[in-house]
């Protein structure tokens, strides 16, 4: 297979077990529905496609990494639920369509984001496609990017030094806890998911890769923000500029951009080279993310 057909194979594992979730009937259906809404919303599905291809990588096999990349793209839909929130960023619009307070409420939408926080841990620890020992360091490491020393720490700078003039240092700290690290999550889920188990030097090259990766992915996002339009991206753009937010787009310009997205995007291709058995689809994803225009 190609590269798009791997990512094609890949996405619809993720997306035919996604969809059998939160089906029940009951007196909490109006949360179960709000939750579906913004989980099966659409989107590149980046982070469980890494869970799973980080799996093949070591052991050949996707299927082993599949409830942890449920977990991660749940715990990631969460994320995105809060940060849409009017107390947070207040967009209007994710993936094309209305946020989910928008659509439901924000004290439902609320609910749907810690639901889909809670449901993404419980998906780890009850796994019976990897042992117990596996679902416990699991649960750990998504942990640890979600809380105060990852995604919410990022969350928490973002939002306190709005308007602030950030240097290089403190903006890469911020996007390292907010978007690098549940994207490093989701490699080293996909590692402790498969049945071979992984040599420090696969660890440190799959840390390194999602490090890079991680903002390869931001700088890019900072540049669609002022070269891309609402209906390409499906979601507000120019809300950093509006919020006086300092972005590695408004710090560098775009030229200077393109420049740090091509080489974080090469060390992150170089740190796995040699290290897994095929590392060929990962390098691709890399290079696909770096010229994304959505």
């Known amino acids: 297979m190609n590269y798009g057909q791997e990512y094609e194979a890949a996405l619809d594992l993720v997306e035919k077990e996604l969809s059998n979730c939160f089906l029940k009937d009951g007196p909490n259906k109006g949360l179960l529905d709000a939750m579906r809404y913004s989980l099966l919303a659409g989107g590149k599905r980046v982070r469980p496609v890494l869970a799973l291809k980080f799996c093949q990588a070591l052991c050949g096999q996707m299927e082993p990494a599949l409830d942890y990349a449920c977990a991660v793209e749940m715990l990631h839909t969460y994320s995105l639920i809060h940060d849409d929130l009017p107390c947070m960023d207040d967009d209007e619009l994710r993936r094309g369509k209305p946020t989910c307070h928008v659509k439901y409420s924000e004290w439902l939408a609320l609910l749907a984001g810690d639901a889909l926080q809670t449901a993404a841990f419980e998906r780890l620890s009850l796994s019976k496609r990897t042992d117990p020992a596996a679902n416990a360091r699991a649960c750990g490491v998504l942990a640890a990017a979600a809380g105060c020393g990852g995604m919410c720490a990022g969350q928490y700078l973002d939002i306190m030094e709005e308007g602030q003039q950030l240097d290089e240092a403190r903006l890469t700290q911020i996007h390292t806890w907010k978007t690098a690290a549940l994207l490093k999550a989701a490699c080293l889920l996909g590692v402790i998911a498969s049945p071979v188990e992984p040599t420090l030097e696969q660890w440190a090259a799959a840390e390194h890769y999602a490090q890079e990766l991680g903002l390869a ?76 225009i959505k």
């Open 217 to 292: 992915f931001q700088i890019r996002d900072d540049m669609l923000d002022v070269e891309s339009t609402a209906e390409e991206l499906g979601k507000p753009i120019g809300s950093d500029a509006g919020n006086g937010k300092t972005t590695f787009a408004s710090l560098y310009g775009l030229e200077k951009c393109a420049r740090l997205v091509a080489e974080h995007t090469r060390l992150a291709q170089e740190s796995i080279a040699g290290v897994f058995q095929n590392t060929e689809f990962l390098c691709e994803l890399a290079q696909s993310l770096a010229i994304r």
